[in-house]
T-cell receptor
Framework: SQQGEEDPQALSIQEGENATMNCSYK?????LQWYRQNSGRGLVHLIL?????REKHSGRLRVTLDTSKKSSSLLITASRAADTASYFC????????????FGDGTTLTVKP | NAGVTQTPKFRVLKTGQSMTLLCAQD?????MYWYRQDPGMGLRLIHY???????AKGEVPDGYNVSRLKKQNFLLGLESAAPSQTSVYFC???????????????FGPGTRLTVL
């Protein structure tokens, strides 16, 4: 499968703690993106990291990419109950142009 | 701007019936996608399009057909629905870069389909 694989499948933490989730993939990529999905809703884009980048920040989010290990991690710092959601990584492929595949996601629960 | 819209929001079909799901975007995006999401799972790419008049197969194309006659619309058809096609269907669109790279995808709210 060309999909990303997230780890862990589920994560439960207390409010204020940091949450780390990982994504591994098998093919070469153009970029890797992280999305969030609240229960019963569509996906919302969080952050994109290009294949030539190693780290990126956006607010409380930090994403790293290691193309030699074909892996990425998403860190959410100082988590809040409102961060409770499922998080997915998406890989965009160099070829064919336009193709994008998702992993199975990590379900994050942040307890107040 | 409405973004990405999907119709209908819910549908119940009997095995063997056909239906068409409509996706519309008003962002002038070149790329459009149809995904399905089964309970507790990620998104599986069914078909996608890199421009008006083009379509391509994704990971799970069997049992589905698509058409992109207009740039703003992407239709997903089920010719003979099966219970295995019970799922939530998401449409997405994205602008294309000069190199054909896909950046941020914008998602519709989803269509919940049940096939009895």
């Amino acid at each position: 499968s060309q999909q990303g694989e997230e780890d862990p499948q589920a994560l439960s933490i207390q409010e204020g703690e940091n949450a780390t989730m990982n994504c591994s993939y098998k093919t070469s990529i153009n970029n890797l993106q992280w999305y969030r999905q609240n229960s019963g809703r569509g996906l919302v884009h969080l952050i994109l990291i290009r294949s030539n980048e190693r780290e990126k920040h956006s607010g409380r989010l930090r994403v790293t990419l290691d193309t030699s290990k074909k892996s990425s991690s998403l860190l959410i710092t100082a988590s809040r109950a409102a961060d409770t959601a499922s998080y997915f990584c998406a890989i965009t492929h160099p070829l064919p142009a336009g193709k994008s595949t998702f992993g199975d996601g990590t379900t994050l629960t942040v307890k107040p | 701007n409405a973004g990405v819209t999907q119709t209908p929001k819910f549908r119940v079909l009997k095995t063997g019936q056909s239906m068409t799901l409509l996706c519309a975007q008003d962002m002038n995006h070149e790329y459009m996608y149809w995904y399905r999401q089964d309970p507790g799972m990620g998104l599986r790419l069914i078909h996608y399009s890199v421009g008006e008049g083009t379509t391509a197969k994704g990971e799970v194309p069997d049992g589905y057909n698509v058409s992109r006659l207009k740039k703003q619309n992407f239709l997903l058809g089920l010719e003979s629905a099966a219970p295995s096609q019970t799922s939530v269907y998401f449409c997405a669109s994205s602008y294309s870069t000069a190199s054909g790279r896909v950046d941020e995808q914008f998602f519709g709210p989803g269509t919940r389909l049940t096939v009895l």
